[in-house]
Structures are given as structure tokens and as C-alpha cells.
């Protein structure tokens, strides 16, 4: 089945983004596919590249980049939600004249249509709210 | 590309306890604009997102009660309001806007079973 997955809560204000992690992990090991994972509202902070969590914390944006790179998943931050939250990939940067950039590997930032294409390409669209 | 599914957006939290009322209401927006047959239900503590009057001058937020008109001109067809959630709220339909259709337990119900995407927020 094809799922895709919309995370909606920050890394470490909820367990939200860690079970939708869990959950992601999970549908990849039981033979399932990805199409996409939306990252939204506070969801986007998942992909900072800049978070430094204690040593014996899970680091779940670290976490979010293994899963996305070693099965090649299509990662989407929402741009409106990741631009106010400062999570910037270097094109904006350039764009909006700020001095960094802090979008991690393997996610890119699109529109909320992307959240549409993928209610209609997946079997199930899995939201974990914050 | 596309192909025409059938959404439905459930609103269920207060206008200014956090952004879910403000997202629900971009995606149903955005899904509108891809031409999409788009449902939209207010309930729990989502019917005060209907409250007529809202100043946010003072707090500075951004005035939810300003945006929900645009779910006409979007043209979200079916709006609907939750009788239960409305009479827990102590709100009288009289309030709200008379385009908007009440539904009870079992219309949502039927809705939620019919509808192709159903999106909580």
C-alpha cells in the first residue's frame, strides 16, 4: 500500500513528530511505500539541520534524514509554515536576503499542493496532529 | 494530473488557541483552487471560529473570522456546522452565517463514510 504522511507537530514539543517517525519506519519495514511525507505548521522545525539534542534524547530530525535518504522518500516542508519558522533552504535565503540556511538534506520546499497530489496519488494519507 | 476526489476538512479548535484553525482553512483553500469537491465542517470548539465580531486589533493575530467568507468565494460547496457542538457552545444558529448547513451525528457520520479524504485539524 502507499502511504503518505503528514507531520504536523515539532520535533520535541509532543511526542506527534516521533510517533509519526515510528510510524514511518514501521510502514517502510512491513513492505509498504512512501510517496510522500508533508511536513507542516510546526512539522517543518523536523527539518532543520541546526538541532543539537542531548545525548540520550532520540534525534529525530537526524532520524527523519537516515529514513529519507536510504529509501529515496520525497520530503516536503510546507514553504508558507517553513519560511515564518526560519527554516530556509539556500534559494529562500538568497531570495529574502537572510544570512544562512538551515534546510537538511533530502527535504525540499514546496507548496501545500504538494499535500493535495499526494491525498490523490496514496492509498492512505496518515496525519499526526500536534 | 489531477483527478477530482472528494475532501472533507474538520475544523475542531478554537479560532486563536493555536495555527489548526488557520490550516485547515489554507488547505481547504488550496484544494478548492485544484478544482477539487471540497466539504468543510466546523465542530467541538471550532464553531466559535463562527463567532460574528471578532476583533483581533488588540492581539494582533490574524482574524480568522475574516477568512471563513472565502471558503464561499473558493467555492467550498458544503459547508456545515455540528448542531451537538453548536448547543455545547451555548450558541444559538442565529449567529452564524445562514449559508452554512447544520448537521448532526449521523450526517457527519454518513459524510465521513462517503467522502474520499477526511482531514482533521
Known amino acids: 500500500m502507499k502511504f503518505s504522511i503528514v507531520i504536523n507537530g515539532a520535533p520535541w514539543s509532543s511526542p506527534s513528530a516521533l510517533s509519526a517517525l515510528q510510524f514511518a519506519e514501521t510502514v517502510l519495514d512491513s513492505g509498504h511505500d512512501i510517496y510522500r511525507l508533508f511536513f507542516y505548521q510546526d512539522g517543518v522545525l523536523n ?6 539534542p542531548p545525548q540520550d534524547e532520540e534525534d529525530i530530525p537526524a532520524r527523519w534524514q537516515a529514513l529519507i535518504e536510504s ?5 516536503v516542508v510546507c514553504a508558507a509554515s517553513a519560511l515564518k519558522r526560519g527554516i530556509l533552504d539556500k534559494a529562500e535565503a538568497d531570495r529574502y536576503d537572510k544570512p544562512g540556511h538551515n534546510l537538511r538534506q533530502g527535504f525540499t520546499i514546496s507548496g501545500l499542493g504538494q499535500l493535495i497530489d499526494a491525498t490523490q496519488q496514496s492509498d492512505r494519507v496518515i496525519s499526526f496532529v500536534i | 494530473m489531477t483527478t477530482e476526489i472528494s475532501y472533507l476538512f474538520i475544523s475542531r479548535c478554537s479560532p486563536y488557541a493555536g495555527q489548526q484553525a488557520r490550516a485547515a482553512l489554507d488547505l481547504a483553500f488550496t484544494a478548492a483552487a485544484f478544482e477539487q469537491k471540497v466539504s468543510f465542517v466546523f465542530i467541538d470548539d471550532g464553531v466559535l471560529q463562527l463567532l460574528d465580531r471578532q476583533d483581533t ?15 464561499k468565494h473558493y467555492d467550498v460547496e458544503n459547508i456545515y456546522i455540528h448542531q451537538p457542538s453548536l448547543a455545547r457552545a451555548g450558541l444559538k444558529q442565529i449567529d452564524l452565517p445562514n449559508e452554512f ?8 457520520g454518513k459524510l465521513v463514510a462517503t467522502t474520499d479524504q477526511v482531514m482533521v485539524f
Open chain 1, 47 to 52: 527539518g532543520s539541520c541546526l538541532c543539537v
Open chain 1, 71 to 75: 529509501n529515496d522518500i520525497d520530503a
Open chain 2, 57 to 71: 486589533q488588540a492581539s494582533q493575530l490574524k482574524n480568522i473570522g475574516k477568512m471563513i467568507p472565502a471558503l
Open chain 2, 101 to 108: 448547513k447544520l448537521l448532526d451525528d449521523e450526517k457527519l
